[in-house]
T-cell receptor, first 114, second 111 residues
Framework: AQSVTQLGSHVSVSEGALVLLRCNYSSSVPPYLFWYVQYPNQGLQLLLKYTSAATLVKGINGFEAEFKKSETSFHLTKPSAHMSDAAEYFC????????????FGTGTRLKVLA | DGGITQSPKYLFRKEGQNVTLSCEQNLNHDAMYWYRQDPGQGLRLIYYSQIVNDFQKGDIAEGYSVSREKKESFPLTVTSAQKNPTAFYLCASAGQGKTQYFGPGTRLLVL
């Protein structure tokens, strides 16, 4: 069985500060892991994905995430927050075999303070 | 441009009425998905299809139905049996790379 936990439904950071959004997963098979961003009343946009290659994954808009198997974590970071980063972020896990089904976390809403 | 389209953007349902949400993709993806999004609950899988003429129930299929007669299309019908249909509905598709790509969504409201 697979599951995803996103710690913190709301996170606030100052503009220019480090962004850290937490994601922990459980999976009985080697996982594929994803981060998506959603702006109000829009669909989800892929930020980055881990598919068993490099453990440090770089994505769009300056975001990156590190896969840590020992900690079952895939936290999303950005060195310097921008006002345009304010959105909701979702972590998802999929098994590396079988169907392409995802399990999504409940999301973290990021607020960027001027 | 390749992508996923959903229509309409907003949909209003009267009590006892069935309504159909459209999802079309021109990415040549085999797999397609429907999700329901409610505030604070993330995305929940309604139905998915990995190939034409075949589909499986997701976690919350009751009150919904789908068809997959063409590779490009995966319409979702919200039936009168769905007693709480107000939500944001998202369609996605995936190719061999397993990455899901999402449409812009349809917001369903009950009159």
């Amino acid at each position: 069985a697979q599951s995803v936990t996103q710690l913190g439904s709301h996170v606030s950071v100052s503009e220019g500060a480090l962004v850290l959004l937490r994601c922990n997963y459980s999976s009985s098979v080697p996982p594929y892991l994803f981060w998506y961003v959603q702006y109000p009343n829009q669909g989800l946009q892929l930020l980055l994905k881990y598919t068993s290659a490099a453990t440090l994954v770089k994505g769009i808009n300056g975001f990156e995430a590190e896969f840590k198997k020992s900690e079952t974590s895939f936290h999303l970071t950005k060195p310097s927050a921008h006002m345009s980063d304010a959105a909701e972020y979702f972590c998802a896990v999929s098994g590396s075999s079988g169907t392409y089904k995802y399990i999504f976390g409940t999301g973290t809403r990021l607020k960027v303070l001027a | 441009d390749g992508g996923i389209t959903q229509s309409p953007k907003y949909l209003f349902r009267k009590e006892g009425q069935n309504v159909t949400l459209s999802c079309e993709q021109n990415l040549n993806h085999d797999a397609m998905y429907w999700y329901r999004q409610d505030p604070g609950q993330g995305l929940r899988l309604i139905y998915y299809s990995q190939i034409v003429n075949d589909f499986q129930k997701g976690d919350i299929a009751e009150g919904y139905s789908v068809s997959r007669e063409k590779k490009e299309s995966f319409p979702l019908t919200v039936t009168s049996a769905q007693k709480n249909p107000t939500a944001f509905y998202l369609c996605a598709s995936a190719g061999q790379g397993k990455t899901q790509y999402f449409g812009p969504g349809t917001r369903l409201l009950v009159l």
